[in-house]
């Protein structure tokens, strides 16, 4: 098969490059940015073909898209950074991203009949409660600019296509860019003790595991909404900071703290973000290994 990815130079249109690559697909990566700009580790990516695309440039998008003639698009750009999503002169080009280019990317797909995987989040839903967000759950009520342009995103696909997959994922960690593991790391290197909230639940994601699944459903015709995190329960921010010191044999001190006592966060942030993940195995798809493992593998992979 062949795919067009954007957002290569992030966390998981890496690993999910990597993934086509190693299969045997045949796969074009993209980002904003003029040259492959991610972890240049010699992997499959950094060799692959690369296009510079704006994907809120809708004849750009038209153009390279229909140029390239894929059977499959995955589409992990987007704008990320929560907190930054709540500025007012920021929000205009968070929805131009993570809604307008979707649908950009949607338009092309329909016209061209092939697959959209789009990436989403918990953050659509509102964060109440203890019982797991179900992947066909319509209850929508995101608390901040990021979860309303992510739910825009969503809604751009699924009312203009017919063959695609909306994968939720949350708490990602992966090789490019930041992420909550590496702070954790770098904060512990430095201090004796970290404060860290206990009250926000769900479970990590890591890219690497998650790019095998999205490419197992991309060789399939199974659409529809899925969730997807890593398996091994759910947990706080406060347990996984224990667990990833204990991992990484550091001695640092790990505080519980309220998210109200916490305080800095510009954006709402949802307490509840477990995501039911059942339909992954009633479809016939492979989950994700646990948490644990996945921590486990990425801390020799960052220490490498």
Known sequence: ???FVTGVGGQLGH???NELLKRGHEGVGSDIQENYSGVDDDSEVTRASYVSLDITDKKAVEKIISEINPDAVIH???WT???LAEDEEKQEKVRAINAGGT???AEVCKKLDCKMT???TDYVFDGQGTEPWEPD???YAPLNVYGKTKLEGELAVSETLEKYFIVRIAWVFGLNGKNFIKTMLNVGENHDTVRVVNDQIGTPTYTYDLARLLVDMNESEKYGYYHATNEG???SWYDFTKEIYRQAGYTTEVLPVTTAEYGLSKAARPFNSRLEKGKLVEAGFQPLPTWQDALSRYLKEIEE
């Open 233 to 235: 329960g759910y947990i």
């Open 76 to 78: 992990c750009a987007a």
């Open 1 to 3: 098969m062949k795919f």
């Open 81 to 83: 950074a929560v907190d």
């Open 118 to 120: 789009y990436i989403s």
């Open 103 to 105: 649908q950009n990317i």
């Open 137 to 139: 759950c319509k209850a």
């Open 15 to 17: 690993d999910v490059m």
